[in-house]
């Protein structure tokens, strides 16, 4: 049977270096679509000027593409790297034009748009790099600041999937719970567009089994984190030994010190190359446990307020908190992992360059470390944001 389903819409804003983010950004809405039709009555549309707009004339471009973008969209999304864009008649460029137009209406309404800003720090080569368009996007970051404006930053696409999916679920848990109140005078009502849909017959999970996903795939880390810390102080124990070792045949004769020397040099890199081989494959483990834990809060953040609203909530409210306990403890060992590896990396890069297979596992230590790291500072910010996405449902 056909059912009526609400349309939220959301504006993408971003010039053009950040292709990728914007294809992530489409296949990120297409996939939460597949389940908010269907336990929501709720559909996302992104608005894209790609796909939004057809050829026209106007005073420029820009005005082309304002005059045919929806004007009442319920959530801007804007994406910055090191592009900032063409100048229009009205904005240093389009991006930023969009932009105003949206803080405009948030301005005028509060309730009525919401907008989140995110920058992408991924390096770039020198020869890539327009410094005039760098600047602007500095100045567009402090802009947004001065404007009261709370931005995120991301390395990659992965980074950016993986923040994107769970603050877009916390918008539409906060949007069900802000239609679920009696309207005040202050409340503006969001854009929603009435239109029929067939379901399709797929199982869904519900809360409690996306809950417990996400408890599970929190183990699973605290498991590796637990793993990466064994190996680590594993490998500061041998160095620690193979550097006492050295220290003892510093009075030895020259030739008996070189050739000793050598040996324990050897043994050093067969340790860092022992240590790398173990820290490779747990980075991958620690990253898929990550992003899946966060798509499964991000699953359950939009179907809380429907639980909330029961008069018998309480088993749901016990399930959140102690997943919320879960965040907290998990943030406080990655910041401590995270000290630890980075201490521990500067030890490994600071020892001396004796032979070339120690300096290439030294070198091939160090990297894994820093991605590693990696992993573990994008972790500490996605579970900062569930924990305060958490936070909020069950207050």
Known sequence: MPKNVTVLQVLVASPSDVSAEREVLETVIRELNITWTRTLDLRLELIRWET???????IDAQDVINRQLPSDYDLFIGIMWSRFGTPTKRAGSGTEEEFQQAFERYIAGPKSVRLMIYFKDEKLSPSQLDPSQLMGVLAFKKKVEEHGGLHFTFVDTKDFEAM?????????QSWKQQIARPPTDRDTEAHVT??????????????????EKGHEHFNKLKDSGERIT??????????????????AISSMPPEVKFKK????SDQTAEDLQQFVAQMQPEISIFSENYEAAIRALGQAASLVP???ATDDDSETRSQLGSLLDVTRQLQSTFNNTYESLNSFRQTIAGLPRVTTSFNRAKRAAVDVLGAMMKEINTASTLTGEAEKGINALIE
């Open 306 to 308: 429907d639980f909330i």
């Open 261 to 264: 020397g050598k040996k324990i």
């Open 164 to 172: 994107i999916r769970m603050h877009i679920s916390f918008y539409v």
């Open 52 to 58: 939004h707009i057809a050829p026209d004339f106007g």
């Open 230 to 247: 064994s190996a680590t102080n594993d490998l500061a124990t041998r160095i620690d030994q193979r550097t006492k070792e050295m220290i």
């Open 194 to 211: 009435q239109i029929r849909i067939s379901p399709t017959e797929e199982d869904e999970a519900g809360l409690l089994d996306l809950i």
